[in-house]
């Protein structure tokens, strides 16, 4: 019987091998090229005010923003403040969130946290992180969006997906947990920049630094990007 050729690892499960040098001494270079790359990043989600906001962001985990941003064009007409959520059916809450994904529980946090800000914060979004993650379904990421994008407060890094791949693959960070990977940011970066970076790191890795096949050839620093040569020689 001939022998099998082995399978081409997959680069995915190479990579994840893959000991990524620690790159933070490059930090600076790196983040110089993605400003002038990215001069213009803007949150995706479309909202008007810090409720909205909250709301928009809770539904995009595990979802697009264009979809949320179509969901919630009807939904910010129907339900315009605390109290509309906090007194919705839950039902109904729930089949008009069915389209952005995990519907069910969204639905359930967005219903208690409403509750609570009526009860606790007389209708108004709270403006400190203890009290945005003391909310059902919200997370450092959400609040830190929340802070910023709604209050003008810096209080850390937004990390989802992309920033935490992005970031682990430019070798800013060897963790995987994504308050971690924000502390390992926030000693890099200057505090005014913290959401900026936030936001680029995101659409750099949509546009660029995808998750199966990264467009290194094209990246605009895959000179400094100790990961780039990796997969480049596998592609």
Sequence with gaps: MPERKPKKPDTQDFFSEYDIPDNRHNFYRIWALLKEEYPDVKPSLNYSNPLELLVATVLSAQSTDVQINRVTDKLFKKYRTARDYASADLRELENDLYSTGFYKSKAKNIKTAAQMIVEKYNGEVPKTMEELTSLPGVGRKTANIVLARAFGIVEGVAVDTHVKRVSRRLGLTKNSDPAKIEQDLIS????????????????????????????????????????????????
């Design 188 to 235: 890099l970066a200057r505090r005014e920049d913290l959401d900026s970076i936030s936001m680029t790191l995101i659409y750099h890795g949509r546009k660029v630094c995808q998750a199966k096949k990264p467009k290194c050839k094209i990246c605009i620093v895959k000179d400094l990007c100790p990961s780039s040569v990796i997969f480049i020689s596998s592609a």
